[in-house]
T-cell receptor, first 116, second 109 residues
Framework: GAVVSQHPSWVICKSGTSVKIECRSL??????MFWYRQFPKQSLMLMAT?????????EQGVEKDKFLINHASLTLSTLTVTSAHPEDSSFYIC????????????FGNGTRLTVT | DAKTTQPPSMDCAEGRAANLPCNHSTISGNEYVYWYRQIHSQGPQYIIHGLKNNETNEMASLIITEDRKSSTLILPHATLRDTAVYYC??????????FGAGTRLTVKP
């Protein structure tokens, strides 16, 4: 149980275009979903927290107009990287919280974005 | 977050127990300790979590000291597939997981 599906697993796009990444909780409802970014040889960095039906909360230094997050249902959150540039190339990972006290987060398998 | 400190790297022989330490001396009374691992180019995998009692599941055991200022994750019989970066996290809230540098465990044949 507790499977989080992330799609696509990898994507290559041209500079200036936008890319949407989907994160789905397959067998549970996620009250909160999180988006992380990971550069090579670094740890995961939290980008934003999204609660279903409300605006996402972004971490300091993360541009909310560039990284659009939509959490329209309890099983789906999307991250759109707008006007992507080569420096946005990274490994993007989502996680979902079932909403039960002290339950762990469940993570997707990540999306590797390469902007050319 | 309660800050956690982990050694940057460790080696372990295949078939032996891997003991990964974590220091969390500023942990508060109601904060849990969570362990995740990340195998190269994959999303983090949940391993185990605990509050103050020792915990065991099919993957690992978690030993938390009585004062709760440190813990040890034990993989009883490490295999090559256990080579990964292991993260010890004490979140501020139930669900606010922020990752430090972790410990890179290399299991050697």
């Amino acid at each position: 149980g507790a499977v989080v599906s992330q799609h696509p697993s990898w994507v290559i796009c041209k500079s200036g275009t936008s890319v949407k990444i989907e994160c789905r909780s397959l067998d549970f409802q996620a009250t909160t979903m999180f988006w992380y970014r990971q550069f090579p040889k670094q740890s995961l960095m939290l980008m934003a927290t999204s609660n279903e039906g409300s605006k996402a909360t972004y971490e300091q230094g993360v541009e909310k107009d560039k990284f659009l997050i939509n959490h329209a249902s309890l099983t789906l959150s999307t991250l759109t990287v707008t006007s992507a540039h080569p420096e946005d190339s990274s490994f993007y990972i989502c996680s979902a919280y079932p909403g039960l006290d002290n339950s762990p987060l469940h993570f997707g398998n990540g999306t590797r974005l390469t902007v050319t | 977050d309660a800050k956690t400190t982990q050694p940057p790297s460790m080696d372990c022989a295949e078939g032996r127990a891997a003991n990964l330490p974590c220091n969390h001396s500023t942990i508060s009374g109601n904060e849990y300790v969570y362990w995740y691992r990340q195998i190269h180019s994959q999303g983090p995998q949940y391993i185990i979590h605990g509050l103050k009692n020792n915990e065991t599941n099919e993957m690992a055991s978690l030993i938390i000291t009585e004062d709760r200022k440190s813990s040890t994750l034990i993989l009883p019989h490490a295999t090559l597939r256990d080579t990964a970066v292991y993260y010890c996290i004490v979140p501020r809230y139930n669900n606010d997981m922020r990752f430090g540098a972790g410990t890179r465990l290399t299991v050697k044949p």
